[in-house]
Each structure stands twice: as structure tokens, then as C-alpha cells.
């Protein structure tokens, strides 16, 4: 589970500082928040099918 959260924070971090040029704004922010919630759902749903 750590290192999802290590995976699921690396994504966020590259895709906010790519933003970070332009004014961040709250729907990016709010987009790349369910984005990253939507990989950790698919990779728990991943990992319950392997089980």
C-alpha cells in the first residue's frame, strides 16, 4: 500500500509542476486529484482481481 501512495504522490507531483508555469487553477488541481484516485481505485480493483 506504501508504495502506491509513493506512485500516486509521484504523479501528482510531475503533473502539478508541469502546470506550475501557467496560473494553477482549481478544476486542474480537482482534475489531477480524481485522476489520481481513479489509478489508486484501479490498481486496488488490479490487485483484489490477482488475489
Do not use: H, P, T
Not at 4 to 20: A, D, N, P, R, V
Not at 23 to 43: D, E, G, P, R
Amino acid at each position: 500500500m506504501i508504495y502506491k501512495i509513493y506512485f500516486i504522490k509521484q504523479i501528482l507531483y510531475s503533473e502539478l509542476s508541469g502546470i506550475e508555469a501557467k496560473k494553477i487553477n482549481v478544476n486542474q488541481v480537482f482534475l489531477y486529484l480524481l485522476k489520481a484516485f481513479s489509478v489508486l481505485l484501479l490498481m486496488n480493483i488490479r490487485d483484489y482481481i490477482n488475489s
